[in-house]
């Protein structure tokens, strides 16, 4: 699982109020478009990319997908795999930590 596509930031449209999702992949491109030239537009709705820089810090970024990847690489080594836990299943995992 590349960390980069699972996981993003929840923003609401400052259109409808309704809320959208921008993975961290396109937060990650959308520095890389920006080092290397970026786009000549003045308004968001342009080129929603080049305004996606601003969500988050593109070496937080690289840091969370290098993170990311030594500890999948660990997990495949014990025979393992790296997995985000949701809702019912992180629960139940936290009461577990808890009660020990």
Do not use: N
Request: charged fraction near 25%; glycine fraction near 8%.
């Amino acid at each position: 699982m590349d960390i980069l596509d699972a996981v993003g930031i929840r923003l609401p449209c400052r259109g409808c109020g309704e809320p959208y999702e921008v993975p961290l992949r396109d937060i990650h491109l959308s520095h890389d478009l920006i080092r290397h030239g970026g786009c000549p537009v003045a308004e968001e709705t342009e080129c929603p990319p080049l305004f996606q820089q601003f969500l988050a810090d593109d070496p937080d970024i690289v840091a969370l997908q290098q993170a990311w990847q030594k500890l999948q690489e660990r997990a495949q080594k014990d025979g393992g795999e790296l997995v985000i836990m949701s809702g019912l299943a992180a629960k139940s995992a936290e009461d577990r930590s808890k009660a020990a």
